[in-house]
């Protein structure tokens, strides 16, 4: 793939969507001679409101590494093709909150699927102790390069093994050859396998006891509860009603950048 200069990151999470809109609603109102003041003043404070949170929560919260800053920086500064684009990075507080769930969670061995350029994958690795590994399931070979680039730079490097191909086809071989079993895992890969992916998870010895689940983009852009909908929109959507209804699991769904779901595996 080629460097290029980076583009301009579009909105892809409801606050964002939600910013831009008002900011437009905002100008056409204003410009009209008839819009009431109050009526303009009542939009710019909304418009504000919303475009003011994620600055505020980034401000709020603890700074990234260098090593994942540059890598920010690097995957920005990609020209995208094939469906990947830059709007694809967990970004700095979801990945400060990735690496609190596993210290928290005294987790040793993560399991992420689908890991794009790498960024959740080393927040993670950060949070691990010297032993700790991350296996990182990641189907485009151009995204790993970048990944495997960025995690030998990083001097931590050695606690991260990417699994390259079809994330399913990786986790049944994984189980099938008996990997020891993973104390946090973080699914972020194509959304209509998200159900395959759990299912799995759910029946196979990949997980230990006490395991964490976390799920990503499961707002989807609003999707589904707005009348707007993709492919995507209509997986996650499905993915969300199955979950909420599933007994094997209890789940918490946190209104983080995208959405991220949190899934704790019931005893059976």
């Known amino acids: 793939m080629a460097e290029v200069l980076a583009a ?62 540059d890598l920010a920086r690097r995957t920005r500064a990609h020209l995208w093709r094939d469906g990947l684009e830059q709007e694809m990075l967990s970004g700095h507080v979801e990945g400060q909150l990735l690496k609190f769930l596993v210290r928290m969670s005294s987790a040793v061995r993560v399991l992420e699927i689908g890991m794009f350029t790498g960024y959740s994958a080393l927040a993670m690795a950060e949070a691990l102790p010297a032993h700790g590994v991350v296996v990182a399931c990641e189907i485009d070979s151009g995204a790993a390069g970048i990944a495997r680039a960025a995690f030998d730079s990083s001097g931590i490097g050695d606690r991260i093994r990417i699994e390259q191909g079809p994330a399913l086809e990786t986790l049944r071989r994984l189980a099938d050859t008996g990997e020891p079993a ?27 006891p006490g395991a964490v689940i976390a799920v990503d983009n499961t707002l989807m852009q609003g999707q589904p509860w707005t009348a707007r909908s993709t492919a995507n929109g209509r997986a996650i959507e499905a993915f969300n009603r199955d979950l909420a209804d599933d007994p094997r699991t209890e789940q918490v769904l946190i209104p983080v950048r995208d959405g991220l779901t949190l899934i704790r595996p019931l005893p059976r």
């Open 8 to 69: 301009v990151p579009r909105p892809v999470t409801p606050t964002t969507i939600l910013a831009q809109q008002l900011a437009d609603l905002y100008d056409d109102v204003r410009a009209q001679p008839s819009a009431a003041a109050a009526t303009v003043e009542k939009l710019r404070r909304a418009r504000d409101l919303a475009a003011g949170l994620d600055p505020y929560l980034e401000a709020g919260t603890t700074g990234e590494s260098p090593a994942l800053a």
């Open 182 to 208: 993973f104390d946090f895992v973080f699914v972020d890969a194509d959304k209509s396998g998200y159900q395959g992916y759990l299912d799995l998870l759910l029946d196979s010895a990949l997980l230990a």
